[in-house]
Nanobody, 119 residues
Framework: QVQLIESGGGLVQAGGSLRLSCAAS????????MGWFRQAPGKEREFVAA????????LYADSVKGRFTVSKDNAKSTVYLQMASLKPEDTAVYYC????????????WGQGTQVTVSS
């Protein structure tokens, strides 16, 4: 199995930046895509961004395009989410997730890290 360890959450002011990290580890695992999801209070979990491991193709939710950047370090099996121009509506618990292959959805999840954007 794979374990996902997140870090980098915190409290920032609107307009500020924050960088989240998520490292995957385990005896053996496959990575097709790693992504970021978030869940705000009273709302359902939503997709934020993802990156395909092999080609590096990125995907973003419309709400974060132009502000967030997802990247990866293949050697470290780590995915990053650089968040800029943060808005109060970005406040949520952010989860990283791993999609092992195209036949499966995101099957491994991190513990979540709180991001709070104050106005």
């Amino acid at each position: 199995q794979v374990q996902l360890i997140e870090s980098g959450g915190g409290l920032v002011q609107a307009g500020g930046s924050l960088r989240l990290s998520c490292a995957a580890s385990g005896r053996t695992f496959s990575v097709y895509r790693m992504g970021w999801f978030r869940q705000a209070p009273g709302k359902e979990r939503e997709f934020v961004a993802a990156i395909t491991w092999s080609g590096g193709t990125t995907l973003y939710a419309d709400s974060v395009k132009g502000r967030f950047t997802v990247s990866k370090d293949n050697a470290k099996s780590t995915v990053y989410l650089q968040m800029a121009s943060l808005k109060p509506e970005d406040t949520a618990v952010y989860y990283c997730a791993l999609r092992p292959n195209t036949n499966q959805g995101y099957s491994s999840w991190g513990q979540g890290t709180q991001v709070t954007v104050s106005s």
